[in-house]
């Protein structure tokens, strides 16, 4: 997890593309020009970037239901609800679950638990849509490949 | 007016903050109703889940962009419940 890069998801542990679930895991870096200014001397996650962090992990379930064919952007956050507070060190375990396949949207819901608590979840809704661009898919492609998306088919 | 009707009309005024009284057969749903593109998605996603379909929004949507068909066609009330009926009768084919 890079907080000041926006990469928020270490490893892509399981996809299943039938059950239209993903499961990931991150670990929050002990240090990050983030936690000076969030807060000084009391170091947390800043929320948005929780909320981030699902919206990464059901990005690339999108991604490999669509064999990275379209690109979702968030366009909404529902329910979003922050339980708790997320201190460097801590271990991530995301999950995400397609609640919705629509023609150019889906609408999902994800969650963050670390060692079985949970600590935020939403459901997040995004619009797919073509790549802007080849480089962008073969950077997501290359980028999902690194994580531990299943090979594309 | 039809079932279809009354349901669709019923999810967009819990979906939106549209009063279920200005929501008629000829009604626009952009133009008059001032549905976003946003608020459609959160509406096509509970008509999806009414019937059980999969309303064609990216082709709708790239149909009217292209210039080969007209808002009209897709997003005036009426217009838009027959083709949810449309899909709903394909469905059941």
Same mark, same amino acid.
């Given at each position: ?9 270490? $490893? ?12 990931? $895991? ?28 699902? /919206?990464?992990? %059901? ?9 990275? %064919? ?20 801590? %271990?991530?375990?995301?999950? /995400? ?8 949207? /889906?609408?999902?819901? /994800? ?15 995004? =619009? ?13 492609? =290359? ?11 | ?15 939106? *903050?549209?009063?279920? *009284?200005?929501? #008629? ?17 959160? +509406?096509?996603?509970?008509?999806? @889940?009414?019937?059980? +379909? ?18 009209? *066609? ?8 027959? #083709? ?6 394909? @469905?059941?084919?």
């Amino acid at each position: 997890m890079q907080l000041e890069y926006f990469q928020m998801i270490d $490893r892509i542990e399981k996809v299943d593309l039938d059950g239209k679930t993903i499961s990931c $895991r991150s670990k929050v870096p002990g240090e990050s020009t983030v936690f000076e200014g969030h807060f000084p001397g009391h170091p947390l996650v800043p929320g948005v970037l929780l909320i981030e962090t699902m /919206a990464q992990a %059901s990005g690339f379930l999108i991604l490999c239901l669509s064999n990275f %064919s379209q690109m979702p952007f968030l366009v909404g956050v529902k329910e979003g609800k922050l339980r708790t507070f997320v201190e460097p060190e801590t %271990s991530l375990d995301i999950t /995400a679950e397609i609640e919705h396949d629509g023609s150019g949207f /889906a609408m999902v819901k /994800a969650s963050i638990k670390s060692d079985g608590k949970k600590i935020c979840d939403s459901k997040l809704t995004f =619009k797919t849509m073509p790549f802007p661009s080849e480089e962008f898919a073969d950077m997501m492609r =290359k980028r999902g490949l690194e994580l531990g998306a299943p090979a594309l088919s | 007016m039809s079932s279809t009707f009354d349901k669709v009309a019923d999810i967009i005024a819990d979906t939106s *903050e549209i009063p279920r *009284e200005d929501i #008629k057969q000829d009604s626009h749903t952009i133009d008059d109703l001032g549905i976003d593109s946003l608020d459609f998605l959160d +509406i096509v996603f509970a008509i999806d @889940k009414e019937f059980g +379909i999969k309303i064609p929004l990216e082709s709708w949507t790239q149909e009217v962009n292209d210039g080969k068909a007209s808002t009209e *066609e897709y997003f005036v009330m009426k217009n838009l419940v027959g #083709k949810i009926d449309d899909l709903i009768a394909a @469905k059941s084919a």
